[in-house]
């Protein structure tokens, strides 16, 4: 552990304290994981009838293997990623070759090189130059090495890269801790990841804007709405009430696909607010269901079966289409997203 020097303040010295533990910790769990990851590829390559690579066969070993890692250790073993550690294995065999530099998320970028001379040069730049994942991956997508091959300045072909490089953003500490692949590999996942949380989070912002200035009658009334029923807490992402339809509008949102329990739940958060909430002369309660995925977005209106006319003849009216909410969802999340990209350097 590196020590501090005297002399210098507090906040400065506790921080170099910190920076070299947490330093230490990554290098112990990233060992670790690339370590295990090769080992569980070694056994499924192995398991293959000695080494040989039969399709139909892996393909329903992964899936059977997947199933039965995931029911007893969680999230993390998805037949792709199981694919990835036979991958890891076969594109390298020697365990102690492999570049202790590298983390897991750096191999599952050099598994795709198909051509080994370029993987391992790859490989080299980023463990020598202290290349974050996301810079691993800019330079393969941009062929670096395939680039200086055919440059006659590979001067600046370096200097460019150099550049990208120095584009993001410094690393934030907090990185490490936020990596859903070392969540995963260490059991801290038994739901979502953190990065699922702050997604949901800023989406739910977002959506509340989104509503507010339609200039459709919109009145915001809560965020996380604590509901009680029989004595079990639930919570409503957000609560509008909307003056021109006289009637209280309830939004969910989940980080995933839809599910039939998504909207039992819906419809009892609907009939708990019609019975505790709904006053005389309002109309009946609206649900709204929002599931976002990375590439898909499904926004779902929900109501009791007795409103089903009400809702067609005037609540359509003052209400954003089902088509329209997916949309601003999927435009949310994009949003969110590149602009994590550009603040969040992962920690090489």
């Known amino acids: 552990m590196t020590l501090p020097i005297h002399g210098q303040p507090l906040f400065e010295q506790v921080r170099q304290v910190l920076n070299s533990a947490q330093q230490q910790v990554r290098h112990s769990i990233n060992d670790v994981m690339v370590q295990s990851y090769w080992q569980i590829g070694r056994l499924i390559v192995e398991d293959e009838q000695g080494g040989a690579v039969r399709a139909e066969y892996g393909k329903q070993t ?103 490089i120095e584009q993001q953003a410094p690393n934030d500490p907090r990185d490490f801790i936020r990596d859903p692949y070392v969540l995963e590999f260490i059991g801290a996942q038994p739901s979502a990841t953190l990065y699922e949380k702050e997604l949901e989070s800023g989406l739910i912002t977002q959506l509340q804007t989104f509503l507010l200035e339609l200039g459709k009658g919109f009145a915001f009334v809560s965020r996380q709405k604590q509901l009680r029923v029989e004595g079990d807490d639930f919570f409503v992402d957000l609560v509008f009430y909307n003056y021109l339809l006289k009637c209280f509008l309830l939004v969910d949102l989940k980080v995933g696909k839809l599910s039939h329990q998504d909207v039992g739940q819906m419809d009892m958060y609907v009939r708990v607010f019609e019975e505790q909430y709904r006053g005389e002369g309002d109309n009946p309660t609206l649900g709204l269901i929002l599931c976002s995925e990375r590439n898909e977005a499904v926004a779902k209106y929900s109501l009791l079966a007795d409103s089903q006319q009400l809702f067609a003849s005037r609540y359509q009216a003052y209400l954003p289409t089902e088509a329209e909410l997916q949309a601003e969802l999927q435009r949310d999340r994009s949003l969110l997203e590149n602009a994590d990209r550009k603040s969040d350097d992962q920690t090489p």
């Open 62 to 164: 992964l899936k059977q293997l997947s199933q039965q890692l995931s029911a007893e250790y969680g999230t993390g073993f998805s037949p792709q990623s199981l694919w990835n550690f036979r991958q890891f294995y076969l594109e390298f065999p020697i365990l102690s070759a492999a570049r202790r530099e590298l983390r897991w998320t750096h191999y599952k970028t050099l598994i795709r090189i198909a051509d080994p001379i370029a993987r391992e040069w790859y490989a080299n730049e980023a463990a020598s130059q202290g290349w974050s994942t996301r810079a691993l991956d800019r330079q393969v997508s941009t062929l670096f090495y395939e680039r200086l091959l055919s440059s006659q300045d590979q001067a600046a072909v370096r200097s460019e890269a150099v550049a990208l």
